[in-house]
């Protein structure tokens, strides 16, 4: 302490510096340098501001920052002490592209090693009320923007996305802003009647799905999501019930709420539920002619029973809930045996058409293909050399990724049908076969993909069809970078139910 109190007053004294300060602890110079603080070798417990330059370790930077043209930094120079920091600013017209600033280090190297650059300035695109952008500007050349409706419901109509781009003088790529169409919303969704949590009360847009959810203890029946397409809600609003709860001794519990009725004595135990409050009970589910009902009734609220067909189930809705007091949630359900679509190949294309906008087209054909170590050798059908199957071949002048599309008749609009397959994807070099909707007014749906070898064998492909307007199915067929990779189809049907 003797010592501090002498460099003090010395310091003081000979009247170098009016304001000395004392600053307790061991400080490095890299922070306090660029105040004017250095330590002092045989004081550490001092660190004194001087009166001169202080003279502490550090490597000054040099070289960069600069830039090089329409703009500048401040301060300017190739020089700078540690801790100055230089700031960037750009002319009028162009936009700061990188750091806004850089400071040198007490190592001699900057915060930010690449120097930013000052690049033309962007107008501000097309605007449009109904329209919403992002991000904000300013823009600069080589910038994306992307435009919304403000109106969530709307539906989008033309490129949402500009990019600024120059010739000399930056412009916008888009000179025309998409539309937003809200004549294909749907109204606010159809909503729980109690005891569930509804979608939000507003219109959407097309394509839209809201979801649907149960308060606590409650069981939902229906779907739990729903589908805006063309101005209909695919489904109607699903229903929360009080499922009654499984109890195994009827007779010791009716005091607590248990069901008493004959049908839930001990002889009878199966049927015995919880009733939150009352006994609800359903007799006979509706059915419809030629369809089986399992299990047997009768049914206490919540309980679920299954449809099932003479030939197998083909109903889309194939079970049902006993909502109590005789309600069921679904109404009775037809069996309707019958195939929409079959198409072997023996005979005909089936009204099967090739996509001639597509770089090749699919070919009829028997036993093998001409290339070797790929393609089926037998068709599915008749599973002999005698027997027909669509292929595509991807021997020159095929081209990798080139696709060929073969396009089924028009079929009517389903609610719920199964379109089933076989293929053969055989060969090191098979690329994709893949299944979707083509409609007028809806956007192209893959509904079954694959790719790869899958060896030399007949498969099974399965996806489940719903479209709400005429569709057609298209097998697209994608080939590889070498002639092993034909892929080949058979036995396409369409069945009414899911898969």
């Known amino acids: 302490m003797k010592i501090n109190f002498f460099v003090l007053f010395a310091c003081f004294s000979v009247g170098l510096c009016q304001d000395c ?4 602890g061991e400080h490095p ?12 070798a045989n004081i550490m417990s001092v660190c004194y501001k001087t009166c001169n330059p202080v003279i502490c370790d550090e490597t000054p930077c040099t070289g960069m920052p600069t830039i090089a043209s329409n703009g500048g930094n401040n301060p300017s120079g190739t020089t700078h002490q540690a801790g100055v920091s230089v700031t960037y600013t750009c002319d009028t017209n162009y936009v700061l592209d990188g750091a806004e600033s850089n400071t040198c280090q007490v190592n001699g190297s900057w915060t930010v090693d690449t120097a930013p650059i000052c690049t033309l300035q962007c107008q501000d695109p097309l ?14 050349v080589g910038d994306n923007i992307t435009y919304e409706c403000v109106n969530t419901s709307a539906e989008e109509i033309g490129d949402k996305v500009s990019t600024c781009m120059t010739n000399g003088t930056p412009y916008w790529t888009l000179n025309v802003l998409p539309t937003c169409n809200t004549s294909n919303a749907c109204g606010p969704p159809p909503t729980i009647s109690s005891d569930g949590i509804n979608p939000e009360n507003r219109d959407y847009a097309t394509g839209s799905t809201v979801t649907y959810q149960c308060n606590p203890r409650r069981v939902l029946a229906g779907s739990m999501t ?13 229903i929360c019930y009080e499922e009654c709860v499984d109890h195994q001794n009827c007779s010791d519990n009716v005091e607590f709420g248990y069901c008493n009725h004959p049908d839930y004595m001990e002889d009878n135990q199966e049927y015995c539920r919880k009733s939150c409050g009352f006994c609800t009970t359903c007799s006979e589910a509706p059915a419809n002619q030629n369809v089986t009902v399992t299990p047997t009734g009768p049914y206490v609220q ?9 030939y197998g189930s083909i109903i889309c809705e ?14 009775s359900p037809n069996c309707s045996a019958g195939i929409p679509f079959s198409c072997d190949f023996e005979s005909d294309f089936c009204n099967f058409t090739d ?12 036993w093998i293909t001409p290339s070797f170590q790929t393609g089926p050798s037998v068709d ?13 071949e991807t021997s020159n002048p095929r081209r990798d990724s080139d696709q060929a599309r073969l396009v089924s008749p028009t079929l009517a609009p389903t609610k719920c049908q199964c379109l089933r397959f076989y293929y053969h994807m055989f060969g090191n070099t098979t690329r994709t076969l893949e299944a979707f909707l083509k409609r007028t007014s809806l956007p192209n749906e893959v509904i079954w993909s694959l790719s790869g070898n899958q060896g030399d064998v007949w498969l099974l492909g399965s996806a489940t069809i719903t479209s709400t307007e005429p569709y057609q199915v298209v097998f697209e067929g994608t080939s590889g970078p070498s002639f092993t990779g034909d892929i080949a189809i058979d036995d396409v049907t369409i069945t009414k139910g899911p898969c």
């Open 21 to 24: 300060v004392d600053v307790l």
């Open 29 to 40: 110079c890299s922070i306090h340098s660029a105040q004017g603080f250095c330590i002092q």
């Open 127 to 140: 605007t449009d009320p109904s329209l919403s952008i992002t991000p904000d500007g300013p823009y600069k």
């Open 226 to 238: 729903n589908l805006c397409t063309d101005n209909v809600w695919s489904n109607p609003a699903p």
């Open 302 to 310: 919540g309980q679920r029973v299954n449809y099932t067909c003479e």
């Open 318 to 331: 194939n079970s049902n809930i006993c909502l109590g007091e005789d309600q069921w949630f679904n109404k």
């Open 355 to 366: 996509d001639l906008s597509a770089e090749f087209t699919w070919t009829k054909n028997r």
């Open 380 to 392: 599915h059908t008749l599973g002999t050399i005698e027997g027909y199957y669509m292929y595509i």
